[in-house]
């Protein structure tokens, strides 16, 4: 089992930018996928991004994220980092951090492929 916990949320205004963290432990973090997705009041949870376990090997993006929003992990750290840049009210929401089961040589975008969740971080970005 894998534990997680998020930080790094908060209030910003748009145009803004926020850095999320996810610090895992429970298993080796190499050896995993890691997946970001977010939920708005009144919505289901969606995909964000999704990073692969071992060099980073692929990264994968929701097309609304593309080109403003980076997934990154610190294997040494047993963390992954969602940077997110030129923020807008529309990107407001929990963002969840999510462990896949293992390592893949495609993304996975799907809920049910990640078995471990954290706590979730609210991100508000105000107009």
């Known amino acids: 089992q894998v534990q997680l916990v998020e930080s790094g949320g908060g209030l910003v205004q748009a145009g803004g930018s926020l850095r999320l963290s996810c610090a895992a432990s429970?298993?080796?973090?190499?050896?995993?996928?890691m997946g970001w997705f977010r939920q708005a009041p009144g919505k289901e949870r969606e995909f964000v991004a999704a990073i692969s376990g071992d060099n980073s090997r692929w990264l994968y993006y929701k097309d609304s994220v593309k080109g403003r929003f980076t997934i990154s992990r610190d294997n040494a750290k047993n963390t992954v980092y969602l940077q997110m840049n030129s923020l807008k009210p529309e990107d407001t929401a929990v963002y969840y951090c999510a462990a896949d089961s293992g390592s893949y040589d495609y993304p996975r975008t799907r809920e049910y492929d990640y078995y471990s969740w954290g706590q979730g971080t609210q991100v508000t970005v105000s107009s």
């Open positions: 429970g298993r080796t973090f190499s050896s995993y996928a």
